[in-house]
């Protein structure tokens, strides 16, 4: 970090896969305060491997924050945010052990992201109930003898592999509604992605749009018969997955005016938000594009480079969003990980690269600059 006299004071709002690498660029430079209701970094990628295999899904992407290196230098406060007074500069914070505490910004990176099916709430845990999670939902699926996923987008995609390659005597079916899943990918990705499942014995059914349970039910797994407004019989299976993309942003604590009519933060090119040069938006939350893919396409660095900008009196730069979805569908897989470029072409890290390469190197030591073991 900077020394005192350079240094400013920046909260980080949300510690997940986005905000725990802007908090990492910024506090080299300065003083970090990052804001989790998690107590580690509790990752919304691959979903997959987390239902199927969550003793090795657990070891890359569920890190309590005292693992990272470059997070020395921040202080985590565990809990959730209550309120934003952009006059003030503060943002209000009720700890996990009930206090009520206010904490000030130079800046504040707004990085709460989405929740989005049982895998992405934005539920205060403490490490025992995570692991808990984590295994209360693998049993679920465990006893089940038939799983139906609900969906066609990537989530809904990977739980359906995962599950019908962990357990290949399951009867697995994978509806959505369109003619193909996976419709914010370039077409070649459905064309590879299908042929595995082909393989994987799940069931492909085109063409079915679910008629949405009220309440919560889709924030968790059913066992109730799933009826269709395209009018198919209803379905029954032992466990209902809901991966349908309902994505709600974690907004609730933000005045109205910093977000539109979906609760997502307006933003500008440059990753600001609408009327305010000291607050940022990055990953889902921010309703940058379409897609809201700043996180798949590392705008941490950019909005880190914003921010150090904006102290300075420098340029902003903008954040240009891709058209289609990429990188991973599946995860890893017995045969190492596809990662699909934006053009639909796969790129293959093989089985034994994964442990001794990608990991360990490219993940750990030259996204997360060093995990501790």
Do not use: C
């Not at 992405?120 to 089940?144: G, I, K, M, N, Y």
């Not at 359906?160 to 509806?175: E, F, H, M, R, S």
């Not at 942003?249 to 609408?274: I, K, M, Q, S, Y």
């Amino acid at each position: 970090m900077a020394d005192g006299s350079t240094a400013r004071r920046i909260v980080v709002a949300g510690l997940g896969d986005t905000g725990i690498l802007t908090a990492i660029h910024l506090a080299r430079h300065h003083d970090v305060v990052g804001i989790s209701v998690k107590p580690g970094l509790v990752s919304g990628q691959e979903v997959g491997s987390r239902i199927a295999r969550p003793d090795t899904w657990r070891r890359d992407y569920w890190i309590p924050f005292g693992r990272f290196r470059g997070l020395d230098g921040v202080r985590v406060v565990h809990g959730t945010l209550t309120g934003l007074d952009t006059a003030a500069r503060t943002v209000a914070v009720r700890r996990a052990d009930g206090d009520a505490v206010v904490e000030s910004y130079d800046a504040l990176v707004i990085s709460t992201g989405v929740r989005n099916g049982f895998w992405r709430q934005p539920t205060l845990q403490s490490a025992e109930q995570v692991d808990a999670d984590l295994a209360s939902t693998h049993e679920r699926l465990s006893s089940a003898s038939s799983v139906a996923v609900i969906g066609g987008g990537a989530a809904a995609v990977s739980a359906a592999a995962n599950v019908a390659g962990v357990w290949p005597g399951k009867t697995i079916d994978l509806y959505f509604p369109g003619d193909r899943a996976l419709p914010q990918h370039h077409p070649r990705v459905w064309r590879h992605v299908r042929r595995r499942l082909d393989r994987l014995g799940v069931a492909v059914h085109p063409g079915h749009r679910a008629t949405i349970p009220g309440g919560e039910a889709i924030d968790r797994i059913t066992a109730e018969p799933v009826s269709w407004s395209t009018g198919q019989q209803s379905t029954r299976a032992d466990a209902v997955i809901w991966a349908i993309g309902a994505v709600r942003p974690n907004t609730e604590w933000l005045p109205a005016d910093l977000v539109d009519d979906r609760g997502f933060v307006r933003v500008t090119t440059d990753l600001r938000v609408h009327g305010r040069d000291d607050v940022f938006a990055v990953g889902d939350v921010a309703a940058t594009d379409p897609l809201r893919n700043s996180a798949r396409n590392r705008a941490d660095r950019l909005v880190a480079h914003n921010v150090m900008a904006s102290f300075a009196g420098r340029q902003l730069r903008s954040y240009r969003p891709r058209s289609r979805r990429w990188g991973s569908v599946l995860g890893v897989q017995p045969d190492g990980l596809e990662v699909f470029a934006p053009n639909g072409r796969p790129f293959r890290f093989p089985a034994w690269s994964i442990d001794s390469v990608l990991q360990p190197w490219i993940v750990r030591r030259g996204i997360y600059r060093g995990i501790r073991d």
